[in-house]
Nanobody, 127 residues
Framework: QVQLVESGGGLVQAGGSLRVSCAAS????????MAWFRQAPGKEREFVAC????????YYADFVKGRFTISRDNAKTAVYLQMNSLKPEDTAVYYC????????????????????WGQGTQVTVSS
């Protein structure tokens, strides 16, 4: 059973960059489908980006394409989300998720597909 811990959130000005990290223990990130979701106050949790277990295909929500990049470091058992050109509407708690199922990248965009979740890290973008 994998455990996930997010870090790296914080306050950044609009147009700035931030990288959030997800450290996995109890399993290798290469063995799981991994994703980032986010949840703003009063809103449902929404998909941001995912990376499949093999061959590591990535898939992004339309609103982050060209701005965010998901990656993983198998040696460090970590998954990252590099966020550039941040906007105030990107403000949310960002959650890391993992699934043992061998879904393709499109199915990994669905919040119901994940068994494991981190506690979240707050990202605030000021205007």
């Amino acid at each position: 059973q994998v455990q996930l811990v997010e870090s790296g959130g914080g306050l950044v000005q609009a147009g700035g960059s931030l990288r959030v990290s997800c450290a996995a223990s109890g399993g290798s990130v290469s063995s799981y489908g991994m994703a980032w979701f986010r949840q703003a106050p009063g809103k449902e949790r929404e998909f941001v980006a995912c990376i499949s277990w093999s061959p590591g295909s990535t898939y992004y929500a339309d609103f982050v394409k060209g701005r965010f990049t998901i990656s993983r470091d198998n040696a460090k058992t970590a998954v990252y989300l590099q966020m550039n050109s941040l906007k105030p509407e990107d403000t949310a708690v960002y959650y890391c998720a993992a699934t043992e199922a061998r879904y393709n990248a499109v199915l990994l965009s669905r919040v119901q597909k994940y068994e494991y979740w981190g506690q979240g890290t707050q990202v605030t973008v000021s205007s």
